[in-house]
């Protein structure tokens, strides 16, 4: 159509969705386009700020490499990702869930281990961490034969894709969960860290004058045929920036409880499982920093 006024756009626009054969992208596309006009229209987007925009976008994919995922952590950043979550666990969102950003950290593939064996693959000093999981159904049941992948980042709070010093895999490990839905592994306390900030999450941060650290947390990735598969993470109750997560990932069903022992620490944690759809979510990353 020739677009007479302002408003024509948005109608000339959402006139050519009936081409779309695919209802769900159909519905996914009207909106988009309903909200990103109305938000132009709302906050009269000036063209300077659509330019600032642009490149905003363009750097996301710039920043992006196999070993960092920008476009994840803005995502998180803006709250985004732990959105998606919460509405599509939990009973779709009524309940509480286990359920927590994958994040832009997890790579796929890491090796199979035996029961309660060491995610030690490099010297990492720090306090020993004994983890304990259960993984069960809705009713409380055991799972077995679950599969759950592990991640987390050193005690210096580097994931071993951005830190050089780190072995291949390092702190990374999948478990299968034992006749009783348990699963366990020895490593050391993470530490909370900061989210890189050279790109649009770093600009977002500033120009909010936001800090840029996450709580000190444990990933997991759980999978079994016949369940929802979920990410998750927990998160060490006495971290200072539990309030303030830069990815706003801390809800109150991730709380851990670290408890102190001659040893180090020791935490045990049960994750549910909703009945569902199993699927493997894409790895974000696929491998370490060059040299
Ligand atoms: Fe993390």
Not at 228 to 257: N, W
Request: aromatic letters at 8%.
């Amino acid at each position: 159509m020739i677009i007479e006024t302002q408003q024509d756009v948005t109608d000339a626009v959402l006139g050519e969705m009936f081409r779309t054969p695919d209802p769900r992208t159909r519905e996914l596309l009207s909106s988009l386009v309903k909200h990103l006009h109305a938000f132009i229209r709302e906050t009269k987007l000036t063209e300077k700020e659509f330019q600032d925009a642009i490149g905003l976008v363009n750097s996301i994919g710039q920043r992006t490499t196999p070993s960092h995922n920008e476009a994840m952590l803005l995502s998180g950043a803006l709250g985004v990702s732990n959105l998606v979550c919460l509405i599509n666990n939990g009973a779709k969102g009524t309940r509480p869930t286990q359920a927590n950003n994958l994040g832009p950290f997890y790579r796929a593939g890491a090796p199979n281990l035996e029961d309660g064996a060491s995610l030690l693959r490099s010297a990492t000093p720090g306090e020993a961490l004994s983890f304990k999981g259960w993984v069960k159904d809705t009713a409380g049941k055991p799972i077995a034969g679950a599969e759950v992948d592990v991640w987390h980042s050193s005690p210096v709070g580097l994931y071993e894709n951005q830190d050089k010093t780190q072995a291949e895999m390092n702190l990374r490990g999948r478990f299968t969960t034992l006749a009783d839905g348990s699963f366990s592994f020895r490593s050391v306390k993470p530490a909370g860290y900061p989210v890189p900030t050279e790109g649009p999450t770093g600009a977002l941060l500033r120009a909010q004058k936001r800090h840029n650290m996450r709580p000190a947390h444990l990933h997991f990735l759980i999978h079994k045929p016949g369940f929802k598969t979920i990410a998750s993470q927990v998160y060490d109750p006495e971290d200072p920036h539990l309030e303030t997560d830069s990815q706003f990932g801390v809800t109150r069903a991730l709380i851990g409880r670290f408890e102190k022992n001659t040893s180090g620490y020791a935490l045990e944690f049960s994750f549910v499982l909703e009945a569902g759809e199993s699927w493997r979510p894409r790895a974000p990353i696929t491998e370490k920093v060059s040299a």
